[in-house]
């Protein structure tokens, strides 16, 4: 299963982007994690499979929503509220099993990964 995330760019802060992230298959669990310059990536979010449980990093809650359409393999990430520590790499990834968590070892396949930049 190959990822490909895309949707990063230049916003604001108080400003909103979706990232979305295409899988070439089909996918159970998936989830997002970001990497801020100089910091280890991080949990964001993530969505089993059937789109009915999603779970975040406490530091998003309520301002970032986890989402997936089934049909179309992908899911999204919308941030409103956007923050200048939000800054970072967000990379997308995936996993066999029905739901997976906020270790980056319970997933399987990772996208390349799509920059955000939250300005002051």
């Known amino acids: 299963v190959q990822l490909q995330a895309s949707g990063g760019g230049l916003v604001q802060a108080g400003g909103s982007l979706r990232l979305s992230c295409a899988a070439s298959g089909r996918t159970f669990a998936m989830g997002w994690f970001r990497q801020a310059p100089g910091k280890e990536r991080e949990f964001v979010a993530t969505?089993?499979?059937?789109?009915?449980?999603?779970t975040y990093t406490d530091s998003v809650k309520g301002r970032f929503t986890i989402s997936r359409d089934n049909a179309k393999n992908t899911v999204y990430l919308q941030m409103n509220s956007l923050k200048p520590e939000d800054t970072a790499v967000y990379y997308c990834?995936?996993?066999?099993?029905?739901?997976?968590?906020?270790?980056?070892?319970?997933?399987?396949?990772w996208g390349q990964g799509t920059l955000v930049t939250v300005s002051s």
């Open positions: 990834a995936a996993s066999r099993a029905y739901y997976s968590g906020s270790y980056y070892g319970e997933y399987d396949y």
């Open positions: 969505i089993n499979w059937s789109g009915g449980s999603t």
